[in-house]
């Protein structure tokens, strides 16, 4: 058991106390969801060149972001570009063991920089044509957060040791930073601004459809002859980011629903996604893509109808959760997004910033808050401590104690272990005599208590 070595603990030790909530279980859950992200990348981002079926490879493991290579009659098409030129110059290396054949064409599947990364390098000499949908030329980039503190969504700038994986990929501006992603990049020369484009391209029959998700401008490939779609960013094996923290806007969510219902129809065989190893087989590329369709829909339509009822975010995404049958599936895990952030984007897409607590309205400059919090825990510092340092060394154990001050300083809990057996009144009475004496030092109010002290006077936590 600890012990309190001082008279008394300085501020800013209060300061923390007051702050942060640990404990062991939440330690446990931390290094599990490591270990978990862990195993999740030595099985989804192995460096491999995979056959899909006859004449489709992907190589995945080399970048952030997968690249395919499609073989056809006399020339190749590649899809996505991967993310950077040294990225591309190692898998196009390996794509030339299985083909020689210049490079046709290029397809971007969207405007995000770790599928465009590599183009110059697939292109080199033969001057392919290098499609996408119009919303790609037209699009304007994301805001992003000026590179302060949680605009670092992948983690490019953690150091080595404690980095594990992007997610959705190995890296992600790592280690050369996010300018290389844009040396290799070549603009599109052909785009398209209808639903569906249909080409043949060295023989090779594709469908180019717009399927909006992840971005605007998205665009999924199928080959119809040879039963496999290339989804892009819209599908793959990680929980959807419906919201980017990095500083985007929320993701148009309806129509991520829509693109997928309308890809499932197609009767895939096989699935090459932006992201993660493909997903072969007509019956699993079914259940994968709508299990991603219906976990999606199934938070935006829970969050919608506890918007109805008036809730905020706070309370949307205490309850707002994947049903089991959704949570446990393979393909909606949260490496990349995560359901609570989806929440509170889809409230703040349809109702905006303010979550209707006045309290909230003109909210205190940060600055001004931390210095209050300071001076609040100067006064807390003398008196919230003492206490607990008694309560300590009579065998009352201090996480308990911390968190019995959090919830109303356990009277409920005292009450119905009082309530069992007994004597419950006579214990009851004493709790409740215990409690004043303790609470009544602290300004906070107490059941028969006369008056309390404002906040800010000595001996006032609160």
Partial sequence: MQRWSSGRLSAAACLVALLMASSDTA?????????KLRAFGDQEFRKDVLTVTDGVYVAVGYSMANATLIVGNGGAIIVDTTTRIDDAQAVRAQFATISRAPVRAIIYTHSHPDHTGGASVFAGTDRPEIYSHQLFVNRVPDLGRAGRDGGDQFGSTLPDALYINGGTGTEFGR??????MKTGFLPPTKTFSNDRLALTIAGVRMELLHTPGETNDGVSVWLPDKRVLLTGDLFLKAFPNLYAIRGAAPRPVEQWVASL????ALGAEHIVPGHTRPVIGEANARVALTAYRDGIKSIFDQTVEGMKRGERPDELVA????????????YLQEYYGTVEWSVRAIYSDRLGWFDGNATRLFPLPESDRAQRIVALARRCAADTFPRARRAEHAGFPMGRRTHGLRAGHGRGERRREASQGAGAD?????????QRQELLPLGRPVPGARSSAAVGEPGNCW
Avoid: C, M, N, Y
């Fill in 27 to 35: 330690k446990a859950q931390d290094f599990a969801g490591r270990e």
């Fill in 175 to 180: 280690p050369s930073g996010p300018a290389a």
């Fill in 261 to 264: 219902t309308k890809l499932i």
């Fill in 319 to 330: 309850h707002v959760k994947l049903p089991p049958q959704l949570a446990d599936s393979p």
């Fill in 426 to 434: 006579r214990t009851r009475r004493a709790a409740d005599k215990r």
